[in-house]
């Protein structure tokens, strides 16, 4: 048999991750189809975006703003970006209007940025609020006591639309309880706030769980384009 070319490789992983999704969200009790996957491209060249996107694979994912800028000049339409990593606010203007989805909203003065950069290219640029659910000092998002304040302030500001949370547990912890707690904090929200709907959680190590316990959008880079080459 021929090696199966790169390209193939990553259809066929896709389709392994999607089959996971499926069954996760089987086992409880959800739709599969309330579950977005999201290929989280940073650390591998265009060729591979093109490759997932032949394939049929939309939505895809970047943490920093250059090189979301470069992939997204290189693959033109046809793909919808997310922005999932550390935003600077010097960078806001290249993302915002790029990204169809911001997931990273850690801070209020990046929401401020955020804000005015869309307001004034007279858009709404939907976003989440990065929650710090694990209280990870090594990672970003806002502590849990204070995410609902957060939230209110940032849904009431011009040009965003907050839509949901999101998190990262920290490394070497069981996930399974950090994600449940961010699906309880979006379930206090909700009736408060009805456009706070989505939970970005999940990775590679861990996304079945996530869907498990709720995810609406999975982020997910090594079990679809395999090693990453460069850490990103
Ligand atoms: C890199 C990254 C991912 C994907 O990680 P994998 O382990 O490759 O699945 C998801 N979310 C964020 C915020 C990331 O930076």
Same mark, same amino acid.
């Given at each position: 048999m021929m090696p199966a070319s790169p390209s193939q490789t990553i259809a066929v992983r896709l389709a392994e991750a999607r089959g996971r999704i499926v069954d996760a969200a089987e086992r409880s009790g959800?739709?599969? *189809?309330?579950v977005t996957l999201v290929a989280?491209?940073? *650390?591998?060249?265009a060729d591979a975006v093109r490759a997932a996107r032949d394939s049929g694979h939309v939505d895809f994912g970047e943490s920093r703003a250059q090189e979301l800028e470069a992939k997204a000049a290189d693959l033109g339409p046809g793909v919808r970006w997310h922005f999932v990593g550390r935003l600077q606010r010097n960078k806001v203007k290249v993302v915002v209007g790029l990204?169809?989805?911001?997931?990273?909203?850690?801070r209020e003065p990046l929401a401020v940025a955020i804000s005015e950069r869309a307001v004034g290219l007279g858009r709404i640029q939907p976003v989440l609020v990065q929650v710090n659910v694990g209280e990870d000092p090594a990672k970003a998002g806002v502590a849990l006591p204070e995410a609902a304040d957060v939230v209110s302030r940032v849904r009431a500001?011009? *040009?965003?639309?907050?839509?949901g949370l999101m998190t990262i547990p920290p490394a070497g912890v069981d996930p399974r309880p950090l994600f449940a707690r961010l699906r309880d904090l979006r379930d206090e929200l909700r009736p408060r706030f009805?456009?706070?709907?989505?939970l970005s959680m999940g990775m590679t190590s861990d996304f079945d769980i996530a869907v498990e316990e709720g995810a609406t959008i999975v982020r997910v880079g090594e079990a679809v384009f395999g090693p990453r080459p460069t850490p990103a």
């Open positions: 959800r739709s599969p *189809g309330a989280v491209s940073k *650390g591998f060249d990204a169809s989805l911001v997931h990273s909203v850690d500001m011009d *040009g965003l639309s907050c839509q009805p456009e706070v709907q989505h």
